[in-house]
């Protein structure tokens, strides 16, 4: 039972990161017809701006309010970028996919080299707080701290999101967007707005993906990003493209599957049944849980 | 001689190799319902489309758009809809996910009272289905939300494609009943296919035929015109309000 709920919940972490990443990935894809391969970047970026600001900004550091603050610079470092990302790069690419593909794929690369130019490609000890690395007894399970730590901040994140989505003018824009862009252009709102909005969003729940990734893990390197941009993009396509809700879900699936088929079965399997599951969706419901819908 | 509100002058438009529009040249009147007339693919939406700013971007538009002194074609949409170019599309592209009330609040803007009351005169269902998610709704109560939801705000001129397309008869005599009070303050450029609804809104016809304009003129003399009619649309003008007269059946198109 206790291996089951261990399961259970170390699961829960790995979606909660998913889910992180996958929301914004989503949002952006949904709204903005944009498959960003450069979300990774965000995430990387997250994680490293939280890793240098834990060591070098006044102020900041592995524990207590020193963290939390060192978190927030990562946050914002990657919410900057995301910003730069849309105005400087994909705004002038609109309507033009192919380009568009292949720049946010070279912004991947270079943003991977880069990190790997300045700080090293060797994974490096994360700036943590010590009760992260801590275990809590649930129900006979030695659950780390860390992965608490990731489904309350996804918990967290999910309900903003469906608030901003459900409540406020540009929540409004952004689901009516989803379901037709066009449309909300003819009734005069500058979409434009609400692609920087989102492309902040998605940037932000990335980065602080980083930084408790680097909780949850342990170590910060330059390719996490990128590989779990992958599985992002899995659970974006099985909850449909747009849904942050669909995001959440797809997740929860994707990160119990990976877990208890790598337990249980052999170490990969799970990744390969992942993908497996990505398969049947697209047979089954190529427009995912949800479809097309910004769900608030 | 009054100036028009709208001035097209040889508007060209081709998307994907196709020349779509070939030199369009017409005026909208400032007053009453201009009625923009043709076959099925000669280019009305087109035209209306490249108006409001909303060719694809793989098309190349031409020539020249005039809203009074404003040059039309190089501003970006939202900016034309807030200038006073309001836009009613084919097929009414409700947001269907979103309720009733929150369709109309989409169309508010900042600094601009909403003009609720004015909306929910003309269809007072809207105010009693503010929760009721525009999707669920029939496909006249849809044409009411996309026509209120433009009235919203003050509008110089108003684009209405199509807005008894697939309407049964009752519903089509309230939608021409809406666009003819709606008219008494704001001039309308038009297209519909249904000839009683031009013969009861239509003061002036713009009749499009392979790309070009065929023949511009007073509607009501065109539609007097059976050999014109049938050279020009298809269908003799007596053959088409039998067909589609509001208030009698139009086969196959009912979907209310």
């Known amino acids: 039972m206790g291996t089951v709920i261990l399961l259970t919940l170390t699961g829960l972490g790995l979606a909660a990161l998913y889910?992180?990443?996958?929301?914004?990935?989503?949002?952006?894809f949904g709204l903005a017809d944009v498959l960003n391969f450069a979300h990774g970047l965000f995430l990387?970026?997250?994680?490293?701006?939280?890793?240098?600001?834990?060591?070098?900004?006044?102020?900041?550091?592995?524990?207590?309010?020193?963290?939390?603050?060192?978190?927030?610079?990562?946050?914002?470092?990657?919410?900057?970028?995301?910003?730069?990302?849309?105005?400087?790069l994909i705004r002038p690419l609109y309507s033009r996919t192919i380009e568009q593909v292949l720049v946010?794929?070279?912004l991947s690369l270079a943003g991977v080299a880069l990190l790997q130019a300045t700080w090293g490609a060797d994974?490096?000890?994360?700036?943590?707080?010590?009760?992260?690395?801590?275990?809590?007894?649930?129900?006979g399970a030695q659950v780390p701290n860390g992965g608490l730590l990731l489904i309350i901040a996804a918990v967290l994140v999910l309900g903003a999101l469906l608030a901003f989505l459900r409540w406020t003018r540009y929540g409004l824009v952004i689901r009516a967007g989803v379901e037709n862009r066009e449309m909300v252009t003819a009734l005069g709102i500058d979409v434009r707005k609400a692609f920087t909005l989102v492309f902040a969003i998605g940037g932000a729940a990335a980065a602080l993906a980083g930084a408790l990734g680097g909780v949850y893990f342990g170590t910060v390197s330059p390719g996490q990003g990128s590989s779990l941009l992958i599985f992002a993009f899995i659970v974006v396509v099985i909850g449909g493209m747009g849904s942050v809700v669909g995001s959440a879900y797809a997740a929860v699936v994707v990160g119990l599957v990976q877990q208890f088929v790598n337990y249980y079965g052999t170490s990969g399997l799970g990744?390969?049944?992942?993908?497996?599951?990505?398969?049947?969706?697209?047979?089954?419901?190529?427009?995912?849980?949800?479809?097309?819908?910004?769900?608030? | 001689m009054t100036e028009p509100i709208l001035n097209v002058e040889d508007l060209s438009v081709r998307i994907s190799g196709l020349h779509i529009l070939q030199g369009v040249s017409f005026t909208v009147a400032p007053t009453g319902v201009t009625v923009l007339l043709g076959r099925n693919g000669v280019g009305k939406t087109t035209t209306l489309r490249a108006i409001v700013g909303l060719t694809p971007p793989a098309g190349e538009v031409r020539g020249t758009v005039r809203m009074g002194a404003q040059s039309l074609l190089a501003r970006p949409t939202h900016r034309l809809v807030r200038g006073?170019?309001?836009?009613?599309?084919?097929?009414?592209?409700?947001?269907?996910?979103?309720?009733?009330?929150?369709?109309?609040?989409?169309?508010?803007?900042?600094?601009?009272?909403?003009?609720?009351d004015k909306v929910f005169a003309l269809f007072p269902e809207l105010?009693?289905?503010?929760?009721?998610?525009?999707?669920?709704?029939?496909?006249?109560?849809?044409?009411?939300?996309?026509?209120?939801?433009?009235?919203?705000?003050?509008?110089?001129?108003?684009?209405?494609?199509?807005?008894?397309?697939?309407?049964?008869?009752?519903?089509?005599t309230e939608v021409a009943e809406v666009l003819e009070r709606v008219a008494e303050s704001v001039p309308v450029l038009l297209v519909e296919q249904n000839l009683a609804v031009v013969r009861r809104l239509a003061r002036d016809a713009v009749v499009l035929a392979a790309g070009k304009v065929a023949w511009t003129g007073d509607a009501q003399e065109l539609l007097l015109e059976t050999a014109l009619t049938r050279s020009l649309l298809g269908v003799g003008s007596g053959e088409s309000q039998h067909l589609a007269e509001p208030g009698r059946a139009a086969p196959g198109k009912d979907q209310h």
């Open chain 2, 127 to 172: 105010d009693r289905r503010g929760r009721q998610r525009a999707g669920s709704l029939s496909g006249g109560q849809q044409q009411m939300l996309a026509i209120g939801r433009v009235l919203l705000n003050d509008n110089r001129l108003l684009l209405v494609d199509e807005p008894t397309k697939g309407l049964a008869p009752k519903v089509v």
């Open chain 1, 123 to 139: 994974a490096r000890p994360f700036p943590r707080p010590d009760w992260t690395r801590q275990v809590t007894g649930i129900l």
């Open chain 1, 104 to 106: 946010t794929v070279g």
């Open chain 2, 84 to 116: 006073g170019l309001g836009y009613v599309p084919e097929d009414r592209c409700v947001f269907a996910g979103l309720t009733v009330a929150e369709n109309l609040r989409l169309a508010e803007r900042r600094g601009v009272s909403p003009a609720y």
């Open chain 1, 271 to 296: 990744d390969i049944c992942v993908v497996g599951l990505l398969a049947v969706v697209l047979l089954l419901r190529p427009q995912g849980i949800a479809g097309k819908v910004a769900t608030a």
């Open chain 1, 44 to 88: 990387g970026v997250g994680a490293y701006a939280t890793w240098w600001a834990a060591g070098n900004l006044p102020g900041a550091g592995s524990d207590g309010f020193g963290f939390v603050l060192a978190v927030v610079f990562g946050v914002a470092a990657g919410t900057l970028v995301a910003v730069l990302v849309e105005l400087v």
């Open chain 1, 19 to 28: 889910f992180l990443v996958a929301s914004g990935l989503s949002l952006v």
